[in-house]
């Protein structure tokens, strides 16, 4: 499958395969010939699949950087050191940074992309669930202590190749990481895709191929949609932020890693959708999607030892917040987002 992502700078493809990772350096080479590649890879994608993905390049100009793995690595720290193998492995403004891991590894290797030399090209090798979602959009960004994605860019890739195939070794708890993200989708954009979701996934992981490519592919699809309406987030892009302004403020506050990404942000999605039916007065049928998810394994409740000031003085800093009132995703309808003012007297009563 194929998807085409429209961006003002250029149009680039989203190509979705299993097996497609036997082929990677063949199709790299190819359709984004470089001077050299550096291949900037997460530890433990390195010791499943490095050395059969190099074997697929035929070019000698190939580098590598393994980083840590998990969020730690989003850190400036690792920004640095990244910038100086660039450096010391020759990399020019010809040259191309291939991100190959999940979402850490997609935004940390995008942002180096995006500032070594005032910005290179780079390629996205996705290999968990999640970064269907990271891996387009040209969103990338490392953190702050305690600001999730505080400093960033948006930096498009020239292509991105899914292989559902790597997924296979994916730790349960990712898989639900990454799929609390597919539902987000549904959710936001699109009922019947949450109706099939729901139908059709009783656990995780996901072993019919078919049906995890068109999953996939269904919300590569719908992101790019709203990321061709509005590039830069200056509107409909923020409401790909659905549960997410309580899920960073959890991040946050457990710090990095405690909780996947997506296990927050499921925890903030059932939160947004308890507000959005309260502010809107309407039955969205919610206890019927929050009793699925909990079957397949997602908690949904915030952890008690998070105090609920510190998350709330934690979500009034978030990006999208100005003047003490956040721009909050709620739902018009299931499938329907919207972006609304809440003030912080508003949302404490709801947290309360
Ligand atoms: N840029 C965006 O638009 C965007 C969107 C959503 C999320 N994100 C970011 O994505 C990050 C989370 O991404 P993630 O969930 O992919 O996390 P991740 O990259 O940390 O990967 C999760 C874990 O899975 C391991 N792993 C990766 N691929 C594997 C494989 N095939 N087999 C076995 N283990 C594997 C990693 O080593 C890591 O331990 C967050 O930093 C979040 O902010 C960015």
């Given at each position: 499958?194929?998807?085409?992502?429209?961006?003002?700078?250029?149009?680039y493809e989203v190509m979705i395969r299993s097996g497609l990772i036997n082929q990677a350096g063949h199709y790299i080479e190819?359709?984004?010939?470089?001077?050299?590649?550096?291949?900037?890879?997460?530890?433990?994608?390195?010791?499943?699949?490095?050395?059969?993905?190099?074997?697929?390049?035929?070019?000698?100009?190939?580098?590598?950087?393994?980083?840590?793995?998990?969020?730690?690595?989003?850190?400036?720290?690792?920004?640095?050191?990244?910038?100086?193998?660039?450096?010391?492995?020759?990399?020019?403004?010809?040259?191309?940074?291939?991100?190959?891991?999940?979402?850490?590894?997609?935004?940390?290797?995008?942002?180096?992309?995006?500032?070594?030399?005032?910005?290179?090209?780079?390629?996205?090798?996705?290999?968990?669930?999640?970064?269907?979602?990271?891996?387009?959009?040209?969103?990338?960004?490392?953190?702050?202590?305690?600001?999730?994605?505080?400093?960033?860019?948006f930096h498009q890739p020239e292509l991105v190749l899914y292989d559902p195939d790597l997924l296979r070794t994916l730790p349960?708890?990712?898989?639900?990481?990454?799929?609390?993200?597919?539902?987000?989708?549904?959710?936001?954009?699109?009922?019947?895709?949450?109706?099939?979701?729901?139908?059709?996934?009783?656990?995780?992981?996901?072993?019919?191929?078919?049906?995890?490519?068109?999953?996939?592919?269904?919300?590569?699809?719908?992101?790019?949609?709203?990321?061709?309406?509005?590039?830069?987030?200056?509107?409909?892009?923020?409401?790909?932020?659905?549960?997410?302004?309580?899920?960073?403020?959890?991040?946050?506050?457990?710090?990095?890693?405690?909780?996947?990404?997506?296990?927050?942000?499921?925890?903030?999605?059932?939160?947004?959708?308890?507000?959005?039916?309260?502010?809107?007065?309407?039955?969205?049928?919610?206890?019927?999607?929050?009793?699925?998810?909990?079957?397949?394994?997602?908690?949904?409740?915030?952890?008690?030892?998070?105090k609920s000031e510190n998350l709330l003085a934690q979500m009034m800093k978030d990006k999208k917040a100005r003047h003490g009132?956040?721009?909050?995703?709620?739902?018009?309808?299931?499938?329907?987002?919207?972006?609304?003012?809440?003030?912080?007297?508003?949302?404490?009563?709801?947290?309360?």
């Amino acid at each position: 499958m194929k998807i085409s992502v429209q961006t003002s700078e250029k149009t680039y493809e989203v190509m979705i395969r299993s097996g497609l990772i036997n082929q990677a350096g063949h199709y790299i080479e190819k359709m984004i010939p470089a001077s050299s590649y550096l291949v900037i890879v997460d530890q433990h994608v390195a010791s499943y699949y490095l050395e059969a993905f190099l074997q697929t390049f035929h070019t000698a100009n190939i580098h590598v950087s393994v980083v840590p793995s998990g969020e730690q690595s989003k850190s400036f720290q690792q920004y640095e050191q990244l910038l100086n193998d660039c450096y010391a492995f020759g990399l020019d403004r010809s040259s191309v940074i291939i991100a190959f891991g999940g979402g850490v590894t997609g935004d940390l290797a995008g942002f180096v992309a995006g500032t070594y030399m005032r910005g290179i090209r780079f390629v996205q090798v996705p290999t968990t669930l999640l970064a269907h979602d990271s891996s387009v959009g040209g969103k990338v960004a490392i953190n702050l202590a305690k600001g999730k994605n505080i400093v960033g860019l948006f930096h498009q890739p020239e292509l991105v190749l899914y292989d559902p195939d790597l997924l296979r070794t994916l730790p349960n708890q990712e898989w639900r990481s990454g799929f609390a993200e597919i539902v987000k989708m549904g959710f936001i954009a699109d009922k019947d895709f949450l109706l099939w979701l729901k139908a059709e996934v009783a656990q995780l992981p996901i072993q019919d191929e078919k049906k995890l490519e068109y999953m996939i592919g269904k919300a590569v699809a719908l992101k790019a949609d709203i990321v061709q309406q509005d590039e830069k987030e200056m509107g409909i892009r923020g409401i790909l932020n659905f549960g997410h302004t309580l899920g960073h403020a959890i991040e946050g506050e457990m710090g990095y890693g405690a909780l996947t990404h997506g296990e927050a942000v499921a925890i903030g999605m059932a939160f947004a959708l308890k507000v959005s039916e309260q502010k809107k007065g309407r039955d969205f049928s919610s206890s019927v999607y929050l009793e699925w998810l909990a079957s397949l394994g997602y908690r949904l409740t915030v952890p008690q030892v998070l105090k609920s000031e510190n998350l709330l003085a934690q979500m009034m800093k978030d990006k999208k917040a100005r003047h003490g009132t956040l721009n909050y995703v709620l739902l018009e309808a299931v499938g329907d987002a919207s972006i609304e003012a809440i003030d912080a007297t508003e949302l404490k009563t709801f947290f309360d």
